[in-house]
């Protein structure tokens, strides 16, 4: 018995080392480019570290409001001791997310011990595949919340199975409290917490047959249900939903509000049968809903958003498809996995009711545990094969070392070259190190607003204090400034400039964005020199640093 505990801990620990290799090697690095999420959420800990407020003056916010999606603000307080150990850098922001990417197999084997209580190979087999999920692995290195999500709520489902067999209410406490942290960190486990408890219960009670009241269970579930209600309550939590969900959908609005029209006059019940709301939303909600299980979206690259994803890899290799497909086959045997498919199934829910972003890798990320779960038991099947076909064990097991080592080249070479730089804010430190050189060169630098806002990336990446900083662009009433820094509400700021003005711009510094060129009608008043290019990798040019100096006054301008 201590040979196989040894044997158990010492595989735990080697896993455990191979997630945080995989999620750590060179994270301040890959993937390339600081997104703003990302960057927003590393000045606005560091601001609350400082100040106690947010960026917009929010004391101590519950919620952060970017474009009236009002993000949960747990992963800003858990940046925040990072950020005191490592300072402002792109590591301290995403180490966080990368190390608890990794401990996120420990509640994995809990679940399935809990699932299946004599079978210690399937919790280490489902730890293996996810410490090399390439869903997991960009999700945990990207500064993705749902990460952290991911792991209470899986506590809280093993804190859940353990309040079936024991007694003791501590177990009631620990589930909801982790249930609930997983609830600052996501929209999306706010819907799915209680559908996951009720569906753990109705599952035992109905293909399980265990014919008892589960009491304590039920707690949870009820608790985790007003809680839920009580987040929705506020028009905060409800914001990014109504921006994203199904009701504004125009496929919807137009079958609901201009069909019934085109049925013509005298038709209004078949105007009703074929075209109202409930079944148009309900046909809208399954061709969302089964996107996220078709193969376009775990093998190919039709996930989103784009800054996620890996040139020619999808979320899934191939192996770890098949051994989904074999799971599947496994499973269909095992009464107690029926749990697993029920939450499987539900993951998505919560992301088939959005439109935004569709298929959207982030809101199905609860997926992730269940398919590894089920792919552990793909693997398990492997072994209980007839030792006439183990050759095909060594053979399987190098094909899916080669897939993963594919991903790792893609994810480490060609990610920076792809598309998904262009949409992870590539070149934004180049640029913010370039200004931060030249800074006391200029009068002004005026930065252009595209294809976002430059000052979180001004305000992290340079030697500011946020009491300062924060204060000059909340208090700004006309054009938001800091010093010399001015942040234009415009793509091109330098013909905004001289639009309103052809003098008064020598010695300015303006920051085009792509595709930026001087209008016709200001080509013979001044002289425009681009003084630097800021390039992504692939050699786009994100950035044009330009001045102006002036050929003809601006009385003679006609």
């Given at each position: 018995?201590?040979?196989?505990?040894?044997?158990?801990?010492?595989?735990?620990?080697?896993?455990?080392?191979?997630?945080?290799?995989?999620?750590?090697?060179?994270?301040?690095?890959?993937?390339?480019?600081?997104?703003?999420?990302?960057?927003?959420?590393?000045?606005?800990?560091?601001?609350?570290?400082?100040?106690?407020?947010?960026?917009?003056?929010?004391?101590?916010?519950?919620?952060?409001?970017?474009?009236?999606?009002?993000?949960?603000?747990?992963?800003?307080?858990?940046?925040?001791?990072?950020?005191?150990?490592?300072?402002?850098?792109?590591?301290?922001?995403?180490?966080?997310?990368?190390?608890?990417?990794?401990?996120?197999?420990?509640?994995?084997?809990?679940?399935?011990?809990?699932?299946?209580?004599?079978?210690?190979?399937?919790?280490?087999?489902?730890?293996?595949?996810?410490?090399?999920?390439?869903?997991?692995?960009?999700?945990?290195?990207?500064?993705?919340?749902?990460?952290?999500?991911?792991?209470?709520?899986?506590?809280?489902?093993?804190?859940?199975?353990?309040?079936?067999?024991?007694?003791?209410?501590?177990?009631?406490?620990?589930?909801?409290?982790?249930?609930?942290?997983?609830?600052?960190?996501?929209?999306?486990?706010?819907?799915?917490?209680?559908?996951?408890?009720?569906?753990?219960?109705?599952?035992?009670?109905?293909?399980?047959?265990?014919?008892?009241?589960?009491?304590?269970?039920?707690?949870?579930?009820?608790?985790l249900l007003v809680t839920t209600l009580l987040f929705m309550s506020g028009k905060e939590a409800r914001g990014r939903m109504s921006q994203v969900s199904l009701k504004s959908d125009f496929k919807v609005l137009y079958e609901v509000t201009k069909m019934p029209v085109e049925e013509g006059p005298g038709h209004v019940f078949r105007a009703?049968?074929?075209?109202?709301?409930?079944?148009?939303?309900?046909?809208?909600?399954?061709?969302?809903?089964?996107?996220?299980?078709?193969?376009?979206?775990?093998?190919?690259?039709?996930?989103?958003?784009?800054?996620?994803?890996?040139?020619?890899?999808?979320?899934?290799?191939?192996?770890?498809?098949?051994?989904?497909?074999?799971?599947?086959?496994?499973?269909?045997?095992?009464?107690?996995?029926?749990?697993?498919?029920?939450?499987?199934?539900?993951?998505?829910?919560?992301?088939?009711?959005?439109?935004?972003?569709?298929?959207?890798?982030?809101?199905?990320?609860?997926?992730?545990?269940?398919?590894?779960?089920?792919?552990?038991?793909?693997?398990?099947?492997?072994?209980?094969?007839?030792?006439?076909?183990?050759?095909?064990?060594?053979?399987?097991?190098?094909?899916?070392?080669?897939?993963?080592?594919?991903?790792?080249?893609?994810?480490?070479?060609?990610?920076?070259?792809?598309?998904?730089?262009?949409?992870?804010?590539?070149?934004?430190?180049?640029?913010?190190?370039r200004l931060d050189e030249v800074k006391n060169n200029y009068k002004e630098i005026v930065l252009t607003n595209s294809p976002d806002d430059l000052y979180p990336w001004i305000g992290f990446l340079g030697k500011y204090e946020p009491s300062g900083f924060n204060r000059s662009l909340i208090s700004s009433e006309e054009e938001r400034k800091?010093?010399?820094?001015?942040?234009?509400?415009?793509?091109?700021?330098?013909?905004?400039?001289?639009?309103?003005?052809?003098?008064?711009?020598?010695?300015?510094?303006?920051?085009?964005?792509?595709?930026?060129?001087?209008?016709?009608?200001?080509?013979?008043?001044?002289?425009?020199?681009?003084?630097?290019?800021?390039?992504?990798?692939?050699?786009?040019?994100?950035?044009?640093?330009?001045?102006?100096?002036?050929?003809?006054?601006?009385?003679?301008?006609?």
């Open positions: 018995m201590r040979k196989i505990i040894t044997k158990k801990y010492f595989w735990y620990g080697a896993i455990f080392l191979l997630a945080l290799f995989v999620r750590l090697f060179r994270l301040d690095e890959i993937p390339y480019g600081f997104h703003i999420d990302e960057v927003k959420a590393g000045w606005n800990a560091y601001s609350i570290l400082k100040t106690g407020m947010d960026d917009k003056g929010n004391m101590f916010p519950l919620y952060y409001d970017s474009f009236g999606d009002f993000r949960p603000t747990g992963l800003l307080y858990l940046i925040i001791p990072f950020l005191m150990v490592f300072g402002k850098t792109i590591f301290a922001v995403r180490l966080p997310f990368a190390l608890i990417g990794s401990l996120t197999m420990f509640p994995i084997v809990f679940v399935l011990k809990e699932l299946n209580k004599k079978n210690i190979a399937l919790g280490i087999m489902a730890s293996i595949f996810l410490a090399l999920n390439p869903w997991h692995i960009i999700a945990s290195r990207s500064s993705s919340e749902s990460v952290i999500s991911i792991f209470f709520s899986l506590w809280g489902t093993y804190f859940l199975f353990k309040s079936f067999r024991q007694k003791d209410y501590k177990n009631v406490v620990y589930s909801v409290v982790f249930f609930v942290l997983s609830y600052f960190f996501y929209h999306s486990i706010r819907i799915l917490a209680p559908a996951f408890v009720l569906a753990i219960i109705l599952t035992k009670r109905c293909c399980l047959r265990e014919k008892v009241f589960y009491f304590q269970p039920m707690i949870i579930f009820l608790i009703r049968v074929f075209h109202n709301r409930v079944a148009s939303y309900m046909r809208r909600f399954m061709e969302e809903y089964k996107e996220y299980f078709g193969t376009s979206f775990l093998l190919g690259e039709t996930a989103k958003p784009i800054r996620y994803t890996v040139p020619y890899v999808g979320l899934l290799t191939y192996f770890e498809f098949l051994l989904l497909f074999l799971g599947l086959f496994w499973v269909s045997k095992k009464k107690e996995m029926l749990i697993v498919l029920a939450l499987l199934v539900l993951a998505p829910v919560p992301a088939a009711v959005t439109i935004e972003d569709t298929p959207n890798l982030q809101r199905a990320i609860y997926m992730i545990p269940f398919l590894m779960m089920i792919m552990a038991y793909g693997g398990y099947g492997l072994f209980k094969l007839p030792k006439r076909l183990r050759w095909f064990l060594p053979l399987f097991g190098l094909g899916y070392l080669f897939n993963f080592i594919y991903f790792w080249h893609m994810y480490f070479v060609h990610q920076k070259m792809g598309l998904a730089s262009y949409y992870r804010n590539g070149g934004n430190v180049e640029l913010v190190k800091f010093q010399n820094f001015v942040f234009s509400t415009n793509k091109c700021p330098l013909n905004s400039a001289l639009g309103k003005n052809i003098e008064g711009w020598e010695n300015v510094l303006f920051v085009d964005a792509e595709g930026c060129v001087v209008e016709e009608k200001f080509k013979s008043l001044v002289e425009v020199e681009t003084i630097e290019t800021i390039y992504r990798p692939d050699g786009s040019p994100p950035y044009y640093l330009r001045t102006i100096e002036l050929l003809t006054k601006a009385g003679d301008q006609k």
